[in-house]
T-cell receptor, first 114, second 112 residues
Framework: AQSVTQLDSQVPVFEEAPVELRCNYS??????LFWYVQYPNQGLQLLLK??????LVKGINGFEAEFNKSQTSFHLRKPSVHISDTAEYFC????????????FGTGTRLTIIP | DSGVTQTPKHLITATGQRVTLRCSPR?????VYWYQQSLDQGLQFLIQ???????AKGNILERFSAQQFPDLHSELNLSSLELGDSALYFC???????????FGSGTRLTVV
């Protein structure tokens, strides 16, 4: 079975500062990796995904993530955050075939400080 | 609008009651997934349907059941409700997992 660990439950960051949200996964087979964002009172929205190929993945809203197989990590980064980035961020993993379910981490609440 | 429609948006009901949550997937998506989101448990996978058939089961209680109909909409039935069942219930759909899920806006269930 696959699992995801998001080490930080809350991350406060000053506006225009860089941010990294950490995600580590565990799996005995090859995986797909995803980051989702949940704004207050909304559903989850796909930020970016790693399927194969280039380990640096770019997503919406200026976010990017890097897949590191040796460290089993998929950390999310943004060079300069804005107030509008305040949200909950979820890392997720699935096996890389078929219509497999996603297993989500516990989420990281990103708070932007003006 | 994500294309995944969940109704109702809010539901308040008493303990012991039964409710039905409805989900219409995005056009063309054959897979429907149900998740429960609560403060203490995070996002928990409940069940997956693919083209009308149950594909995977997660942490779904025996009091809960679901189905996917021929028109691909899905219903999640929750019975003998307890206070602890209060949560956000999300439906998501996908054509293939590597396309990512599209989530609905959720149904907030409050059991009193």
């Amino acid at each position: 079975a696959q699992s995801v660990t998001q080490l930080d439950s809350q991350v406060p960051v000053f506006e225009e500062a860089p941010v990294e949200l950490r995600c580590n996964y565990s799996s005995s087979v090859s995986v797909y990796l995803f980051w989702y964002v949940q704004y207050p009172n909304q559903g989850l929205q796909l930020l970016l995904k790693y399927l194969s190929g280039s380990t640096l993945v770019k997503g919406i809203n200026g976010f990017e993530a890097e897949f590191n197989k040796s460290q089993t990590s998929f950390h999310l980064r943004k060079p300069s955050v804005h107030i509008s980035d305040t949200a909950e961020y979820f890392c997720a993993v699935s096996r890389n075939f078929g219509n497999e379910k996603l297993t989500f981490g516990t989420g990281t609440r990103l708070t932007i400080i003006p | 609008d994500s294309g995944v429609t969940q109704t109702p948006k809010h539901l308040i009901t008493a303990t012991g009651q039964r409710v039905t949550l409805r989900c219409s997937p995005r056009s063309g998506d054959l897979s429907v997934y149900w998740y429960q989101q609560s403060l203490d448990q995070g996002l928990q996978f409940l069940i997956q349907y693919y083209n009308g058939e149950e594909r995977a089961k997660g942490n779904i209680l025996e009091r809960f059941s679901a189905q996917q109909f021929p028109d691909l909409h899905s219903e999640l039935n929750l019975s003998s409700l307890e206070l602890g069942d209060s949560a956000l219930y999300f439906c998501a759909s996908s054509a293939r997992v590597n396309y990512g899920y599209t989530f609905g806006s959720g149904t907030r269930l409050t059991v009193v």
